[in-house]
């Protein structure tokens, strides 16, 4: 009689364990199946366009490292977009992260998305994914799980994106049924993400849970959710909030086999741009564990031990220092690369920013500027491309080069050279051997505030 269960598939201590290829570094992986979660018009479409995009490109997404060993092929399958509306925002997240013409080229070559909408109001077959084979319109069709197997294959890729779940399926979600659905779809797929919406919010909100407050409490509001938690391997969580006209979308997620991505506020930047991402501005919980790593003068740490060893020397107690690493790391402020870490994006940002404290820890300009954005260069670009960045900036907007295009081209120029100027002045002149006025920066502090012989000072420890 055949066994019903074959030996490989029993675990044995002394073999060598096999790991999963990581997409994204504490967020997905290869074969992975992963429900997005979260109310109608909580931006998880363009929160899953941009996650596509950075895929594509082999670039982090919202401070998660991308680490697949090369760019990958994404398929995103749109049930619910209008064509313009793919367009705009397709074309708005390109311009937001300013791709070059090779990366909008290279873009363009690894991430398709089917406008599955378009194609059933032009009348075009295309089931739900457990519809038996029959007729439809006089015709004889596939079943939903052979015409969707056979759609994978014409368009094979590392990562689909299918959106939404309920119009894949027209099982009942809050039955044992979407477990099953869940499985066919992870068959065929692979590695696969689902945006689901959640049940309809009360009109009450303090009946309603929130994402910042409780991620797990909040996740019990989508439809099926046991059979969804019980299948899916990454849960991730989405909510968008309005709150004094400013608007927020909350993100997070949970694992089966991973630690927890606690919720992250996002910002869209700029605004109306499509780009939702990690505010720059340092959470106050947060702001005395950044300061006592920028005033560390320390460039790199060799592993997170290294960054606890730092902060506990200076009063932070070592659970704390642990949680707050996390934290960071989550913000962009720190980032983990090959089991070092060092500082991150949003942490060079912050050493320019005029702090309301003078300890050049702030939140940056109030109102929003971005030296690096204006000039078009990394955080990390040296002296040497600041300059010439600038210089070509200013001879492109130069006021004089375009005076026969007429006042608006002349009031656009003129704004274009009082950006670059100041951006330059933020970022060039002080790091050069030019004369400046001085600032105040975390490399040139008039004092450490941190100094071990002076430890006049007090961190909050249960944050």
Request: hydrophobic share 35%.
């Amino acid at each position: 009689m055949a066994t019903v269960i074959p030996n490989e598939f029993v675990f044995d201590p002394a073999a060598t364990p096999s790991t999963s290829e990581t997409i994204f570094k504490g967020l997905l992986s290869k074969d992975e199946l992963a429900v997005w979660v979260g109310h109608e018009k909580s931006r998880k479409t363009t929160v899953g366009l941009k996650l596509a995009v950075c895929a594509a490109l082999g670039r982090d997404f919202l401070g998660f490292r991308f680490a697949a060993p090369c760019p990958l092929r994404v398929v995103m399958f749109d049930f619910e977009s209008k064509d313009d509306s793919i367009h705009r925002r397709y074309r708005r997240i390109c311009e937001a992260l300013r791709l070059s013409d090779e990366q909008c080229k290279l873009l363009a070559e690894n991430l398709e998305i089917v406008e599955l909408k378009k194609m059933r109001l032009q009348g075009v077959y295309v089931p739900k994914i457990d519809r038996p084979a029959g007729m439809w319109n006089g015709q004889k069709v596939l079943s939903g799980k052979d015409w969707w197997t056979q759609a994978a294959a014409e368009y094979p890729a590392d990562l689909y994106l299918v959106d939404p779940l309920r119009n894949l399926h027209g099982a009942k979600e809050n039955g044992s049924e979407i477990e099953e659905i869940l499985g066919l779809i992870h068959s065929i797929f692979k590695t696969v993400i689902l945006p689901h919406h959640m049940t309809k919010e009360s009109q009450n909100p303090k009946d309603n849970a929130q994402l910042s407050k409780n991620m797990r409490l909040f996740s019990e509001g989508c439809r099926g959710s046991g059979a969804i938690k019980g299948y899916a391997d990454v849960i991730i969580c989405q909510q968008h909030t309005v709150e004094h006209d400013v608007d927020t979308v909350w993100f997070g997620a949970f694992m089966k086999d991973a630690a927890d991505v606690d919720p992250i506020p996002l910002v869209e930047s700029p605004s109306e741009s499509f780009n939702w991402d990690l505010p720059i501005d340092v959470p106050d919980h947060l702001r005395k564990t950044l300061e006592i790593l920028l005033y560390s003068r320390i460039a790199s740490w060799p592993n997170r031990t290294a960054v606890v060893e730092t902060l506990v020397k200076l009063g932070l107690k070592e659970k704390t220092a642990y949680r707050h690493i996390k934290q960071l790391i989550q913000r962009r402020f720190l980032q983990e690369s090959h089991g070092k870490i060092i500082l991150g994006e949003n942490a060079k940002r912050a050493q320019y920013a005029d702090a309301d404290d003078g300890c050049g820890c702030g939140s940056g300009p109030s109102d929003g500027f971005d030296p690096y954005t204006v000039l078009g260069i990394n955080f990390t670009a040296t002296d040497e491309e600041i300059e010439s960045a600038y210089r070509e900036g200013m001879l492109k907007y130069h006021p004089d080069k375009g005076a026969k295009l007429g006042p608006e081209w002349q009031e656009f120029a003129n704004q274009k050279a009082r950006d670059l100027n100041r951006a330059y002045e933020m970022l060039g002149k002080p790091r050069g051997s030019r004369q400046a006025k001085p600032r105040k920066t975390a490399q040139s502090p008039p004092k450490h505030p941190y100094d071990t012989q002076n430890r006049a000072f007090e961190v909050v420890n249960s944050m």
